[in-house]
């Protein structure tokens, strides 16, 4: 049972980490090539649709790891995924101090209501989710190791 609820638990991470891994390096240089405003209409229109989906997998993603450290505490690399544990906490607080603040003001952004600084704003929340996918990759990367 405790195989299964780590390779349930790679799968959801993993898929959740090429999620994010897509919006930085795919997502973000297409709405950024975009002529005029389709780009940041593009980005409001994200910022509803994942920020509606993404705050439930990042906490179930939290509860899977949770849920394996304390099944496998007496299996070797309970220390990895207690560590991944913490990265993923850490890109929660990331998300809810530096991302969301940022998402939630650029979901309702039109063309005619946006701020002048719209663009430094979104480079800024660019930025900010760059640290946070290769935080998440780390928390990934150190599941897979407890495996072996």
Known sequence: MLNALEVFTIVV???MVGVEFSVAFVINR???ALPEDSGQLGRSHGG???GAVMPVWYIASLALVAVWAVAGWHRPGAGLVVTAGALLIL????SLLLLVPINNRGKSWTSENR??????QMNRWE???YVRVAVIIGAFALLAAALT
Do not use: Q, T
Request: glycine residues 4%; charged residues 25%; without cysteine.
């Open 30 to 32: 297409i709405l950024n």
């Open 13 to 15: 991470v993993g898929v």
């Open 115 to 120: 701020p002048a600084d719209w663009k430094e």
């Open 48 to 50: 509803r649709m994942l």
């Open 127 to 129: 930025r900010y989710h």
């Open 91 to 94: 890109s929660v607080v990331m």
